[in-house]
């Protein structure tokens, strides 16, 4: 398992939001459809994990997703959570898959 240090105050704030069941994007600026976070973490092997926060139309929804050396997917959280602290697993199914686990921690 990998930690990922994410600052505080980053958690603090998207963790609100993601809280909110209905958000007006226009009224608080953010985009429909898109990142609005993204902080990764590199594995030993070169392959990364990606924590994003994300709007869709009328919320925000977080996921960690894995990428190989070359950035293409190689997964997806299994569940999209309303805070963004705690273990992250994979739904892959590997020898040693726990490995490519992610912990995401509040720094300071």
């Known amino acids: 398992m990998k930690q990922m240090i ?6 603090d704030y998207w963790n609100k939001w993601l809280k909110e069941s209905e958000i007006d994007f226009d009224e608080v600026d953010f985009p429909y459809d898109a990142t609005l976070f993204c902080q990764t973490v590199e594995f030993d092997d070169g392959t990364q994990a990606d924590l994003k926060v ?10 960690m997703v894995w990428f190989d050396k070359n950035g293409c997917e190689i997964a997806c ?3 999209c959570a309303d805070e ?5 697993e994979f739904a892959v ?16």
């Open 6 to 11: 994410v600052d505080a105050k980053e958690l």
């Open 54 to 63: 994300c709007s869709g139309q009328t919320n925000l929804w977080c996921e």
């Open 77 to 79: 959280s299994d569940a």
């Open 84 to 88: 963004l602290e705690g273990v992250w």
């Open 93 to 108: 199914d590997c020898e040693n898959g726990d490995k490519y686990n992610v912990e995401v921690v509040r720094g300071e």
